[in-house]
């Protein structure tokens, strides 16, 4: 989860999005426009809002310079293009699905 950023589009709830320089990708679970991944270029997490058609010129709004496998979350600060406070990164575990319990249970046949 983000919150606190001085992009409102950044705010809100992530999810894995698959892949990208061996390193997960994260996007906002009600827009995928909203984009956080490594880039091996800047050799730092970035974050941006991708309205290009082909990925060229996205401007990044806030980095990262911790070279970890997984998103950090401390250590944001605001990019060339983004608007301050940087965010708030927090991880949320995902709910697992619990397994539907059999209600014919044995008990009742003996």
Do not use: C, H, K
Not at 10 to 35: I, K, L, T
């Amino acid at each position: 989860e983000i919150t606190g950023s001085g992009e409102p589009l950044m705010n809100g709830f992530w999810e894995f999005s698959g892949s990208w320089r061996d390193r997960p990708r994260y996007a906002r679970v009600d827009d995928s426009a909203a984009v956080m991944e490594w880039s091996q270029g800047r050799m730092a997490w970035r974050m941006f809002y991708d309205t290009t058609w082909l990925g060229r010129g996205r401007t990044t709004l806030f980095e990262n310079p911790t070279n970890s496998l997984t998103v950090p979350l401390e250590g944001w600060v605001v990019a060339e293009g983004g608007m301050a406070p940087a965010p708030e990164v927090r991880m949320i575990p995902q709910a697992v699905p619990m397994p539907e319990s059999d209600e014919s249970s044995s008990e009742d046949e003996a």
